[in-house]
Nanobody, 125 residues
Framework: QVQLVESGGGVVQAGDSLRLSCAAS????????MGWFRQPPGKEREFVAA???????FYGDSVKGRFFISGDVAKSTAHLQMDNLIPEDSAVYYC???????????????????WGQGTEVTVSS
């Protein structure tokens, strides 16, 4: 079994920054892509960012230019640097990973096999 653990969430004010981290443990597996999703209260889980082997990165439209993903996919670690936070960024943030790359699923929940428990981010105005 693979476990993902997120850290770094908290309560901040608009304009502040936060850095989330994710690390995997458990059985040995070959992560091919790691992603971050978020779920605001009462809403569906949405794509935030992803990083694939080779360093290729992907971002959701609402976070482009403010959030930056980094990490070592081969070691199943990922970080999400969130700058210039706004209240609309408030959500539970989830880390996810997959051993299988399926074209077109980078931004889809179904494109990931393993998920963390989430870390909450609250941005006050």
């Amino acid at each position: 079994q693979v476990q993902l653990v997120e850290s770094g969430g908290g309560v901040v004010q608009a304009g502040d920054s936060l850095r989330l981290s994710c690390a995997a443990s458990g059985r040995t597996f070959r992560s091919r892509r790691m992603g971050w999703f978020r779920q605001p209260p009462g809403k569906e889980r949405e794509f935030v960012a992803a990083i694939a082997r080779g360093g290729y990165t992907f971002y959701g439209d609402s976070v482009k230019g403010r959030f930056f993903i980094s990490g070592d996919v081969a070691k199943s670690t990922a970080h999400l640097q969130m700058d210039n936070l706004i209240p609309e960024d408030s959500a539970v943030y989830y880390c996810a990973t997959t051993e299988t790359i399926i074209t077109g699923l980078t931004r889809q929940v179904s494109g990931y096999d393993y998920w963390g428990q989430g870390t909450e981010v609250t941005v006050s105005s």
